[in-house]
T-cell receptor, first 112, second 114 residues
Framework: GNSVTQMEGPVTLSEEAFLTINCTYT??????LFWYVQYPGEGLQLLLK?????DKGSNKGFEATYRKETTSFHLEKGSVQVSDSAVYFC???????????FGDGTTLTVKP | DTGVSQDPRHKITKRGQNVTFRCDPI?????LYWYRQTLGQGPEFLTY????????KSRLLSDRFSAERPKGSFSTLEIQHTEQGDSAMYLC????????????FGPGTRLTVT
């Protein structure tokens, strides 16, 4: 079956530090890959997506590249802010299947 | 576009009682999903609808769980004879036709079974 593995947290960084959150997946075929963010007290929000190999998803300074050869979709940001403190979830979905499979989430805390 | 809404936001119930949650998707979104999330884990898929048709149910959805979307708009998730293990956040999401992977989540209903 499909599965997603994220690096364990929590991750604590100082403001303006570089962020990487690792995500690897197992799936048959060619899934679409996503990063969701959950701010304290709020629902999940789609942060970025990539639907085929070598695609780069980007949004709000975050980036992730769909690497089929390493089955990875690592999230990166060059300079984090305190407002980026949240839980980040990596997920996959078979195109048009709809339902998503999520990782367990990585909690990011950014200190001023 | 007011987003996906869920009601209630919190529910505390005693073991053995029945509970029902409601989800209102973004209007004109034809797909609606239910997920369950426990502390420290990612959301787990329960079931989804395309319009009023329930197309898939997870093995997690025991016989005590039932979901409906009678007119293809709002949906309800009912849990009968609740157990303490049912305590979780129940999330609803919807997605538009042609972009089914683009799921918009509601704030969730937190269920506590005492």
């Amino acid at each position: 079956g499909n599965s997603v593995t994220q690096m364990e947290g929590p991750v604590t960084l100082s403001e303006e530090a570089f962020l990487t959150i690792n995500c690897t997946y197992t799936a048959t075929g060619y899934p679409s890959l996503f990063w969701y963010v959950q701010y304290p007290g709020e629902g999940l929000q789609l942060l970025l997506k990539a639907t085929k190999a070598d695609d780069k998803g980007s949004n709000k300074g975050f980036e992730a590249t769909y690497r089929k050869e390493t089955t990875s979709f690592h999230l990166e940001k060059g300079s984090v802010q305190v407002s980026d403190s949240a839980v980040y979830f990596c997920a996959l979905s078979r195109t048009n299947a709809g339902k998503s499979t999520f990782g367990d989430g990585t909690t990011l805390t950014v200190k001023p | 576009d007011t987003g996906v809404s869920q009601d209630p936001r919190h529910k505390i119930t005693k073991r053995g009682q029945n509970v029902t949650f409601r989800c209102d998707p973004i209007s004109e979104h034809n797909r609606l999903y239910w997920y369950r999330q426990t502390l420290g884990q990612g959301p787990e898929f329960l079931t989804y609808f395309q319009n009023e048709a329930q197309l898939e149910k997870s093995r997690l959805l025991s016989d005590r769980f039932s979901a409906e979307r009678p007119k293809g708009s709002f949906s309800t998730l009912e849990i009968q004879h609740t157990e303490q293990g049912d305590s979780a956040m129940y999330l609803c999401a919807s997605s538009p036709t042609g972009r089914e992977y683009e799921q918009y989540f509601g704030p969730g209903t937190r269920l506590t079974v005492t």
